[in-house]
Nanobody, 122 residues
């Protein structure tokens, strides 16, 4: 059973920093793209950042220059370094990944973590 587990959320003041982690566990062959999504109260879930298996990254415009996504393939872990946080960054942050479970098949399955709350407030 593949699981994605986030950690690192919490309460931080505006201008502060947080680092989120997402660890994949279970039996699988490889992980393709990994993503961070977020969902604020009353809003749709949005894609925040993506990192491919080769390390290529992309970001939503609202976080460019402030957030950095990265991954450690040896640890099957993804990170989101969030700096200069703003109240509008307040949301539940979700880890998402395309995972290839079996060496014998190229089929990918999409998995979600349970989410971690990030609150930016003074």
């Amino acid at each position: 059973q593949v699981q994605l587990v986030e950690s690192g959320g919490g309460l931080v003041q505006p201008g502060g920093s947080l680092r989120l982690s997402c660890a994949a566990s279970g039996r699988f062959f490889s992980i393709n793209a990994m993503n961070w999504y977020r969902q604020a109260p009353g809003k749709q879930r949005e894609l925040v950042a993506t990192v491919t298996s080769g390390g290529t990254t992309s970001y939503v415009d609202s976080v460019k220059g402030r957030f950095t996504i990265s991954r450690d393939n040896a640890k099957n872990t993804m990170y989101l370094q969030m700096n200069s946080l703003k109240p509008e960054d307040t949301a539940v942050y979700y880890c998402n990944a395309d995972i290839r479970p079996y060496y014998t098949s190229t089929a990918l399955y999409n998995y979600w973590g349970q989410g971690t709350q990030v609150t930016v407030s003074s």
